[in-house]
């Protein structure tokens, strides 16, 4: 059967509005869908961490000293000859404690003389000074024949100071016996004075 002409027009029109109308449910349906990933803001697990803050080391107070690269030697001029002292350790003077024991080793020998002219090492002395207390820590008597070439060796061990001493001040004394003339068996005394200052390691507390 064959539709008058008008309609089959209006048939059309009303497919294409409900198509039409199909599609704009279609399009609010989904600008109106919510998304399936939560949205809300996630840790970036490959963010470096914050570093972390150490509680600081106290580093231990302590001055350098003469004894740090383990040899000093000293001069000391006396009239027309000098004495040159060289004392040495094994120890790490730089690790000295109040409460530790240091080993120092001294040399000694004669310097600008020359070997007619007998000398010898009467007394040789160590008296140690912490701040606080002086104790005798060497005493060697005799008559030791430092002629030159000839030098005066020994070892001095140093006994535990008072807690808390920030340096030990070594004095350290040789009396000398020098003979006026070649043979002669005559002599005059010269002394001869030296310093020796050890710092201590403290951990930043003193007497």
């Given at each position: ?23 704009d ?19 970036n ?47 790490n ?33 160590v ?18 024949d ?13 006994p ?23 043979k ?24």
């Amino acid at each position: 059967m064959r539709l008058p002409r008008s309609v089959a027009v209006g048939i059309a029109a009303a497919v294409l509005c409900g198509s039409l109308t199909g599609c704009d449910s279609l399009e609010q349906l989904t600008s109106s869908s919510r998304p399936l990933v939560d949205d809300k803001p996630t840790s970036n697990s490959g963010a470096e961490p914050a570093p972390s803050t150490s509680a600081s080391v106290a580093v231990p107070a302590r001055a350098s000293g003469a004894l740090d690269p383990g040899t000093v030697t000293h001069r000391l001029k006396q009239g027309n000859f000098s004495v040159q002292l060289t004392y040495w350790t094994a120890d790490n003077a730089k690790l000295y404690t109040a409460e530790s024991i240091k080993t120092i080793n001294v040399s000694a020998h004669i310097e600008d003389a020359d070997s007619t002219h007998r000398v010898t090492v009467s007394t040789f002395e160590v008296i140690q000074d912490d701040g606080t207390k002086r104790d005798t820590v060497a005493t060697d008597s005799g008559q030791f024949d430092v002629t030159p070439p000839y030098p005066y060796n020994t070892v001095v061990t140093l006994p535990a100071a008072t807690a808390g001493a920030a340096a030990l001040t070594l004095s350290v004394r040789l009396d000398l016996l020098v003979e006026t003339t070649p043979k002669s068996n005559s002599y005059y005394r010269s002394t001869a004075l030296d310093t020796l200052t050890l710092p201590l390691l403290t951990n930043g507390t003193t007497r």
